[in-house]
């Protein structure tokens, strides 16, 4: 039986453990900390096959500096490491045009859309209790002009990558969602494509299943290199001895740049991270999980709960919980929403770093120092969105038979 060993028990490396399991491999996830503790456990829990576009767009740039400069802006840069990361900054500008974001967009449609159907057969084979919803994704608009503007978008859309949206005008928008607030919206745009789920029970349910199928799991140790051996990788070589395997997954999601000296190369990846907080859900909850665009604030209505979270910082590797972006999410919730909750109740504040490629496509492939060792990281802000389909690409891609959708677009430059 072969042998495979993957870093980082996120939403990637367990998905890609489910795989590879199913295919045959003997597989072992090693997590510096706890599996499904980092960026996979507070997430929005959106599964959106709506979200074809990358972030880098034409008209990217500009946007961002305006929201920089303005107050409360979602979006944060601090100079010092936009500075240290120029490099990364200047190749996500040079992708700000139509053909880069187009060409980007079909690699990003064919994960997205093979990770939604995948989750359907997931969740039908293992029945996991997830708090799957497929009421599908409302966007929000709270001006006029956002609301008309949106109307190019939802055109490419449907025109260019079947992704049809149904137009709420704001009467129809406030029958459908009665949660929201009179007055506060233009209109919308519902997505009955997407999907939500919780992810902390995802990650529960997936760890649980994992080790019923014999996977097995070692925390809280923290792989720091490989031991190389004529362009492969015998072992990984972490704070608990060496793990020997006869292949390896990277899936350290925002960490993966930590390991490009071992790797051979310089993958374009930094943390953005985001917050969340999650409350008893209010007295008139929403009903579709929803993004309230001009604030980029997105809300998720679980069974057991309800989150609102978002922000953007690039701040490196901080590890503090900043309250006053926590507050930037629960203002803008009572902007749009009768019934905001109350963030004092048995609230969970959470921050999780984004693995944000300036590329802009999540990068799934081989080593090129070596070649039995397989990176799987960058998903961005659809990470849990694509984590079906990448863990079966991942699969595929180890045992060398075709693959599901083509490689190509994600492969290591
Ligand atoms: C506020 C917010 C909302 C979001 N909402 C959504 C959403 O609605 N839908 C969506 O699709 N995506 C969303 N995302 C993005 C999504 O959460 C991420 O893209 C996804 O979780 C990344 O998964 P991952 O497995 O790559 O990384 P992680 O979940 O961060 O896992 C990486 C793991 O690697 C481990 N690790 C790192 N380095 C090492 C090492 N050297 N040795 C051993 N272990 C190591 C870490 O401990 C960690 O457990 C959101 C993100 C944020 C912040």
Redesign the pocket.
Known sequence: MRSVSI???????CLSAYHLAKAGWQVTV????RVG????HG????V?PSHVLPLAAPGAIWNTLKTLFARNSPLKVRPGFALANLGWFLHFAKRCNTADMLSAAVGIQALLNSSRKLFDELLEAERFDVEWDTHGLLFVFQSKAAFEHYAHTDHLLRERFAMPARRLEAADLYTLEPALKPGSASGGYLYQSDAQLRPDRLMTALHARLREMGVKFVEN???SGFTPADGTAKAVVTTAGDFAADAFVV?????AP?LNAQLGMNLPIIPGK???ITIPRPAVCPTYPMIFEEHRVAVSPFRTGFRI??TMEFAGYDEAMNRDRLKLLTDAAAVYLTDPGDPTKGAEEWW????MTGNPLTLIGRSPRLSNVLVA?G???????MATGTGKLVAELLGGGPTHIPAEPYRLR
């Open positions: 870093i980082g028990g996120g939403v990637i490396g090693l997590d510096r900390g503790g980092g960026c996979s997430n929005c829990g959106y959106c140790v923290e792989v899936a350290t999601g925002a960490w930590k985001g917050y969340s979270g978002s999780g770093w984004r693995p990281a998903h961005g802000m659809l990470g849990l969105s």
